[in-house]
């Protein structure tokens, strides 16, 4: 048996460690060429599942080698529906073939919609989305979710900005202050200094995805198997039942 990653060096370490002290043999690949690194492990008779990579287009382009071969795919940070959805807003652009073999370690974009409206529940949100594929996504999920939407700044209570750093809507919910601010992960390096800004982050505390891929290890140390897998706590996507999305007070 073997596991093969497709992660940046930090988290391949964390991988590492977990299946180090298992006993189990690991191939990194690191996070240069994913597509080579899939075909690798699906070449390898050896493979019984791969960790990574790290970006969600990377895990949907890997998926196309791994899921044929019946490979199991632990995604630690990927959070594009497309990963596992095919039917939810920003899923139209070639969403995975997983056929049942990919498993997400994080909530997926669309989740995070959801808490962002329960947690506006009662107040009207005016949405400042990017005129980019991320953007236009999330305002889709945003009013799937069911958010109060305001349709002026005068009207919102709140703004919620679905963006990205160095793009024109961070400028945008800056020249609404002083309007308080929710914003999906994408905004860090960007400062509002006449607001308060939260941000819903689906990784826990720390270097971002660490802690993810060292429980994705743990997990393929336990089982490789695809049903077993998903009794550990997935849905029939691959989704996480019950994933975090913890709401961070955002400073610059």
Known sequence: MAVHSILPPELTDAVAAVLGDAGI????HGDGDHVAAATAAVNDPEARAVIGPFRSRAVAEAIEVTAPAGLPLIA???TWAGVTRDDEPGCDDHPADHRGTVF???ARDTVVAQRIAQRLAGRRALVVAGDHDYGLQLDGQL???????AATADDADVIVLAGLAGSPEAERARALAPKPVIAFDGIQGEAFPEQDVTIALVYAPGPTGVAE???AA??????????ALRALGFDAHGDPLDPLV???R???
């Open 25 to 28: 043999p690991h191939v990194a």
């Open 76 to 78: 630690p940070v990927a």
């Open 104 to 106: 997400r370690m994080v």
């Open 143 to 149: 009013r799937m979710a069911g958010l109060e939407r």
């Open 213 to 215: 891929s060292r429980r």
């Open 218 to 227: 743990e997990m393929v140390a336990r089982t490789t198997d695809l049903e």
């Open 246 to 248: 913890r709401f961070e």
């Open 250 to 252: 955002y400073e610059r």
